[in-house]
């Protein structure tokens, strides 16, 4: 029985969806890991890892293939996340981005014109991307988004700022929403580009999470947006909205990925290490550690997996993915603080993995949805009861 797949979960996969989460587990094992530790530690994002992960499709995988991309499946698609960030949160924050933030909302409300130009770049690396929704002031609640777009004799111009952008120094063009009216329901989407007067994207230092992750502010000064960089195609709060169900979906699965990496890291020290003559895995608290962490491991897998399947279908709902991203992140978490109590004084060593995931886990448990807004999210989901307001 492989140490990390205790349900079999491989069985449950096609030859295609085993094939492809193989791929990008050598690529994590043979250019990720031999240079993560040291970016995580300068603070910097392995940019040279940018083309090879579009050249091997990772980038907006699930759309059509007539637009430069791989046309997956969602499993498929999990699969690939869950590799990346047994990798690096960053590197999986990174391609979630690109792909769920950035392509998707272009794919579904960009003209073809914008499809076109910004897909096939996107897709294979040669563009960058990234979204910017959440503000200094407006993290949990964006209807109350301050960022403006006013109609000008050239198209539109745009004021204010947005706070924590994944990849906004590096970016070439930016998914920005921000409201045309007074209310919620007049928050449109702007592709922002590179060079555009009166945009600028200062990258956030000092961070003890996501150290290997370009964090940055988007800062909008009278703007100028042409007419033709407007996404036609949705208003109100259901566009944003929907590209984080995108990427939730794919931190549910990444969240698996770091939690094995922390896991068999923490059973191979195990079994290794020696105390009072025994090797550790050998005494019974050890042994209990172990089996929860497999055991919750193993429930987080199945429910990616079977959300990836009601999402396939189109029957999946907005709260059934925000069980999947609170359950599994919170899982992960848990995972990577278990880890660490095994390796004792070693955990918090760059030697071993652990320290670096449990410090990222900490911002993806409060990204795309904190924690306790996806828990309101269920709750309201099952009593019929709205608690937000």
């Known amino acids: 029985m492989p140490k990390e797949d205790f349900l079999n979960i491989d069985s449950l996969l096609s030859p295609e969806e085993l094939q492809i989460r193989d791929v990008a587990r050598q690529f994590v094992r043979e250019r990720v890991l031999p240079i993560i530790e ?14 090879p992960m579009g050249e091997l499709g990772f980038y907006g995988c699930t759309l059509p293939e007539e637009y430069g991309c791989a046309g997956l499946n969602s499993i498929a698609y999990g699969l690939i996340t869950q590799e990346l960030e047994r990798g690096d949160s960053g590197i999986r924050s990174f391609a979630s981005v690109q792909s769920s933030l950035v392509m998707y909302p272009i794919y579904t409300y960009g003209t073809e014109e914008q499809k076109r130009k910004w897909l096939p770049a996107l897709a294979k690396g040669e563009k960058i991307g990234c979204f910017g929704l959440t503000e200094p002031d407006y993290g949990s609640n964006p209807s109350d988004m301050v960022t403006r777009a006013e ?29 045309t009216g007074a209310d919620a329901r007049s928050i449109r989407g702007f592709l922002v ?6 945009f600028s994207a200062p990258e956030i230092r000092k961070k003890h999470s996501l150290r290997a992750s370009i964090t940055s502010e988007l800062i909008f000064q009278d703007c100028e947006i042409p007419e033709e960089n407007l996404l036609p195609n949705v208003e ?7 590209c984080l169900n995108q990427a939730r ?25 020696i105390q009072f003559g025994r090797p550790i895995a050998a005494f019974q608290l050890t042994q209990r550690k172990l089996a929860d962490m497999i055991t919750e491991i193993s429930k987080a897998q199945l ?11 189109g029957k999946v709902t907005p709260a059934q993915i925000s069980m ?27 030697e071993y993995p652990v320290m670096r995931h449990m410090n990222n886990l900490e911002s993806v448990l409060t990204y795309e949805g904190t924690h306790d807004i996806h828990t309101l999210i269920i709750g309201a989901e099952v009593t019929g009861i709205q608690a937000f307001k």
């Open 303 to 313: 429910l990616a997996y079977h959300v990836g399947k009601l999402k396939d279908a």
């Open 236 to 242: 109100g709060l259901r566009g944003p909205l929907s």
């Open 38 to 51: 040291d970016c995580y530690e300068q603070g910097v994002y392995p940019q040279e890892l940018i083309k």
């Open 249 to 273: 979906y794919g931190i549910a699965w990444g969240a698996v990925g770091s939690a094995l990496a922390t896991y068999t890291t923490a059973l191979d020290y195990s079994l290794s290490r």
């Open 324 to 350: 999947a991203k609170r359950n599994n992140v919170a899982m992960a978490l848990d995972v990577a603080r278990e880890a660490r109590t095994i390796l004792g004084a070693n955990g918090i060593s760059a």
């Open 151 to 179: 109609r000008t004799k050239y198209g539109w111009k745009l004021n204010g700022a947005k706070m924590w952008i994944t990849n906004g120094s590096i970016a070439d063009v930016a998914v920005v929403w921000a409201k």
């Open 193 to 198: 580009e590179k060079g555009t007067r009166g």
